[in-house]
């Protein structure tokens, strides 16, 4: 998370986990293959703390959504960094350097995407939120805008870019008129 991928060589990668050489070949047979396995335990594990915070989480679908979104912006302000997101630590770095990293990513950001459009509907359904369109088509731009607005904020190390973005997100899922 603080290095990066190709940041951290194996060898120090290994020194540091106290890991012989010959064990992590007997479970990985490159340091991508690792990557890989480390991309899909990330994401199977954010699509579980998102589906709990979708099916659990206090208030309503539309409460959810944004609580989903204000998380990330209270760990910026206080932390100052984007932290814990594999997914902006690594997209600009590994997309283009391996195609099974690259892959892996793709289908874990579908899957959260798929998450977020369930969110929608079910919110809908609910009468919690509205939008226009379809759900799924409006979870991949909530999905972008949100991804940049990470990117933006670890680039400027300002939190504006998030605070843009929220203010985006609410309205884009407007709670219902009265």
């Keep these: ?3 990066g991928f190709t940041g951290m060589g194996l060898t120090e990668l290994l020194k540091t986990a106290d890991v012989p050489k010959g064990s992590f070949y007997h479970y990985f047979r490159s340091k991508e ?3 890989v396995a480390m991309l899909e335990r990330y994401f199977e594990d954010y699509h579980q703390r998102l589906t709990a915070h979708f099916s659990q989480g206090e208030g309503n679908y539309r409460d959810r959504l944004l609580a989903y979104y204000q998380h990330t912006l209270n760990q910026f302000t206080q932390q100052g960094i984007i932290s814990g997101c594999l997914t902006v630590k690594l997209t600009a770095e590994v997309c283009d350097l391996s195609e099974i990293m690259r892959a892996e990513m793709n289908k874990g950001a579908c899957r959260i995407t798929a998450l977020l ?3 929608l509907d079910d919110g809908r359904r609910e ?3 509205t939008f226009d369109g379809d759900a799924a088509e409006l979870a991949q731009v909530l999905y972008s805008l949100w991804l940049g607005a990470n990117l933006q904020a670890k680039m400027s190390r300002c939190a ?3 605070e843009s973005a929220l203010a985006h997100v609410r309205t884009l899922i407007a709670a219902p008129a009265v």
């Design 127 to 129: 009468g919690s939120l």
């Design 117 to 119: 459009a369930q969110a």
């Design 160 to 162: 504006s870019a998030l």
């Design 1 to 3: 998370m603080h290095r």
């Design 33 to 35: 293959a690792f990557g």
